[in-house]
């Protein structure tokens, strides 16, 4: 990627995508409220930035039909653009679906507008909210850019050892509850993984997008500039994601890391070791046995290691119960709606997986097509050139012109098949998006099993407290005028007991809440899923028919050039 | 296969016919006899003609492989000079050897072989030709057996050729002389043209080979991607699903299309191509056989030179041996002669050849251009209408 044409371009890109939306020709007016999904960011090194502006600069030139087309290979223009190839006087453009071809991009141009990303860039679209007819103007745009290496400025024994990344991330927005239309942190990789944290715990249920892997080993491997590099795409990725999520947008957490300059102000996520001194600390004395006053809050919060280890112990073996016994739990899974789509999610995962990876193949395969032709008209051109040079016989100066002929519609069949290839790219990443989506379902998923589990835990604990209780009371009331310290006992665990009582309620409420999140992700999961394959089928169609028919024109421009022979033959 | 079927025309006949002359030869029906190694193919060869020469109007007979090679050959031997049309190679790859493809391959080969033989004014006259084209099959066998290359050549033939090898390598091994090669300026250009030819040919074929396959692929692709968007669309249901399911059709479809594509293009570009290729290196072996006969007619020159020294002696001398070497110079004199006719006349062939090979190409690859490009164009289309038919559909379920 170019990153810093990508900064070079930026400017330019709001504003040229705005014109290019006022002077294209849409399809159908309609076509606004329905948007085609923003495209998700595409593999490929070009930077679709590049289009864009092009669009309303220079006009492409293409190769003149005499020098050598594949000599000066396709610029980054060709891709996302092939609009302007039909500029190009040498071949017939079909009139009728120029426009229809085109219009995909022309949607999306008008898409940023009230959408939320930029079109080449931009990543899962499928959090959109400018799908929806309702939107409101609102965006958040935000870049990632600019690495630069940085200094840990204490406690490294050894001076100048740890360095460190930060990027810029610039957020140009109009959203009220930011502070200023447009700002800019500096932020390490360790800030995003606070972040990432962070909301994992306040947003639990939700389908929170995942973040970059922290790729450890890959950092040593690749050559650093590279390294940097890609992560610097995965961030913005990422951080667009949040951005295009309807709650998640609108959080605390990605305020602060958004605007809050020098250190981010966010609890870190501590390390497991010194947790686990922590925890043995702060060890919540009830589940020891001893009364203490635990925040129900406290102990709503899903169990982590270090301070939570009893804790995890007890759930852990709440679980094995369920399990094993078999029996029903104190509070059972019953949502068998829920159960059903959870079913249906997994397999909606397998399909995708095997439809992302059949989508590659056909990537793959077109690309050699298109390779291969090129090839092909590459060396009818030197053959050309060859006879042209040896010619001695008029019946040489002829074959030449012919297989000129046919290497110059190979050569431009060979772009087209590229062209379209960089489209068929962007319109089946949405497969791609959609699987990598799926680990966010599963974290929620998995949210509410946790939940469940705590509620279920408790629950037990409660019944062991209440029979318990009563033991110690039986035992008490043998004995005439009671037995101080076992009255005191009995006492200490009632108090235990409504403490807990208060506790539970407070995890029911915590696993209905995350119930009805899982409820409305789903929906809003169906829904934007459902609008965006359609988009992506009708993308990927019109492609494909488009750029089928200008290929056909080539080659039917060559028939022609050769039908003497047709008819001598026969 | 439109190339070279044409019955050809003749103006050497000499009795006058109320009809024009043709001949016209069809190679049909491929049949595989025999069993294990040593099974092989046999075709039906059908000859129609009126040429007088011949037994009558039509005549079928069998044929395999060998016999074509042995008509090649013989053809060689006896019209220095003429390109002779090239045959299909040898298949490598056991496994290959019985593919369907292979065969129809080999077939059409075959068949413009005899064909373009047929339609060459001087190869048609050839009486090699007319046996294999009439004779029985025992008689068949016989001849083939009998002439295979190099190594059932006659005794006195092999002696010839190892004192000819011995001769050149010494000579070059004194530093005597280098290899005597015509210094011909116009056709040491054509010699280099032909060798750069059939490198660019190769690659050219090299490619022509390659999209056959990329063909093969894409559709290949097209079918996994279409089963795949099937199970998608099962799981999504309801209109996407269906979206999805019709989606999944069509790229089968068109996997199917693209299979068929493949086929055309190897039968009608990627085998004109090869056949090109092959045509080069039948002129190259042609240019070999002129190069043989300059070299004979150089040397016979210089025994001659030698000769005609010698017997001045003898002369001079008055020795009893002048009536003898007198005998040897003239029977030289005649070889000398006879070998200088030959390489003339190979010269002169080749010249006009040259002509007819320039015009047969040019046609022979305008063909194949052409339906290159029909084929390209109809699959291209055909995908286009494929993909639009789906939108109607989708656009409904955007709406």
Known sequence: ?570 | MEQQRSSSGSSHSPRSSSSQPYLSISVTEPVKLGNGVQAYISYRVITKTNFPEYQGPEKIVIRRYSDFVWLRDRLFEKYKGVFIPPLPEKSTVEKFRFSAEFIELRRQALDIFVNRIASHHELQQSEDLRTFLQADEETMERLRSQETGIFKKKPADLMQIFKEMQTRVSDVVLGKEKPVEESNPEYEKLKNYIFELENHLSEAQKHAYRLVKRHKELGQSLSDFGKAAKLLGACEGHALGKAFSDLGTKSETLSVRLQKEAHQLLMNFEEPLKDYVRAVQSIKATIAERANAFRHQCELAETIKLKEINLDKLMLTRSDKVGEAELEYKELKAESEEATRRFENIVRVMNEEIVRFQDQKTQDMGIAFHQFAKGQSRLANNIADAWRSLLPKLEACLS
Do not use: C
Request: aromatic share 6%; no cysteine.
């Open chain 1, 1 to 570: 990627m170019m990153g810093s044409e990508n900064q070079g371009f930026e400017e330019a890109h709001i504003d040229a995508s705005r014109e290019e939306m006022e002077s294209l020709v849409l399809d159908d007016p309609s076509n606004n409220s329905n948007g085609t999904k923003s495209f998700s960011h595409h593999r490929s090194a070009m930077s679709s930035l590049a289009d864009s502006h092009h669009l309303l600069s220079r006009p492409m030139v293409a190769a003149p039909a005499d020098s050598d087309p594949l000599l000066a290979p396709p610029s980054f223009r060709d891709f996302r653009n092939p609009n302007v190839a039909a500029d190009n006087s040498s071949y017939i453009e079909p009139p009728s679906y120029a426009d229809v071809i085109f219009s995909p991009f022309d949607e999306n141009a008008v898409h940023e507008i009230d959408g939320v990303d930029s079109p080449g860039r931009s990543s899962d679209s499928s959090v959109s909210l400018s799908r929806s007819p309702s939107s409101s103007s609102d965006y958040i745009k935000i870049t990632v850019s600019n690495p630069q290496k940085e200094q840990e400025t204490s406690n490294s024994l050894v001076p100048g050892s740890n360095t460190y990344i930060t990027y810029l991330i610039t957020t140009r927005t109009n959203i009220t509850g930011f502070n200023g239309s447009e700002f800019s942190v500096r932020r390490r990789f360790k800030d995003v993984v606070t972040l990432s944290d962070r909301l994992a715990e306040s947003y639990r249920g939700f389908f929170i997008p995942p973040r970059p892997d922290k790729n450890l080993v890959e950092s040593q491997v690749m050559q650093k500039q590279e390294f940097v590099e890609q992560r610097r795409v995965a961030l913005e990725k990422y951080l667009r994601r949040l951005a295009t999520h309807p709650v998640i947008r609108k959080s605390d957490e990605l305020k602060v890391f958004l605007q809050v300059q020098g250190k981010l102000p966010l609890p870190t996520s501590t390390d497991v070791a010194s947790r686990m001194l922590d925890g043995a600390v702060k060890l919540p004395k009830q589940l020891f046995g001893e009364s203490v006053v635990v925040a129900p809050e406290e102990v709503v919060q899903p169990a982590k290691g270090g301070r939570d280890l009893l804790r995890l112990f007890k759930e852990l073996r709440q679980s094995v119960t369920n399990d094993w016994v078999g029996s029903k739990p104190p509070v059972a899974e019953e949502d068998k709606e829920f159960l059903e789509k959870k079913g249906r999610m997994h397999d909606l995962e397998q399909q995708l997986s095997n439809a992302s990876q059949q989508a590659e193949s056909l990537v793959k395969a077109q690309q050699d097509m298109g390779e291969t032709m090129g090839e092909l008209g590459l060396t009818f051109i030197k053959l050309t050139k060859f006879e042209n040079e040896e010619a001695i016989f008029n019946s040489q100066r002829v074959r030449a012109a012919d297989m000129k002929n046919v290497a110059t519609a190979a050569v431009k069949a060979s772009r087209f098949y590229r062209e379209l290839n960089a489209h068929t790219v962007k319109h089946l990443d949405t497969l791609h998006e959609y699987l990598g989506l799926m680990l966010s379902v599963h974290g929620a998923f998995s949210d509410r099993s946790s939940a469940l589990l705590t509620v279920q835990t408790l629950i037990s604990e409660l019944s062991s407290l209440h029979s318990r209780a009563e033991k110690l009371e039986a035992a008490s009331s043998k004995i005439f005028g009671g037995d101080k310290s076992r009255i005191r006992k009995i006492e200490e665990l009632k108090e235990t007991i409504r403490v807990t009582e208060d506790a539970k309620h407070v995890a029911i409420r915590e696993y209905e809440r995350i119930k009805e999140n899982n409820r409305t992700e789903l929906e809003r999961l169906d829904r934007e899923r459902h609008a965006d394959f359609l988009n992506m089928l009708k993308g990927f169609v019109l492609n494909q028919a488009g750029y089928a028919e200008k290929i056909a024109n080539v080659w039917a421009k060559v028939a022609e050039e050769t039908s003497a022979y047709a008819r001598e033959s026969t």
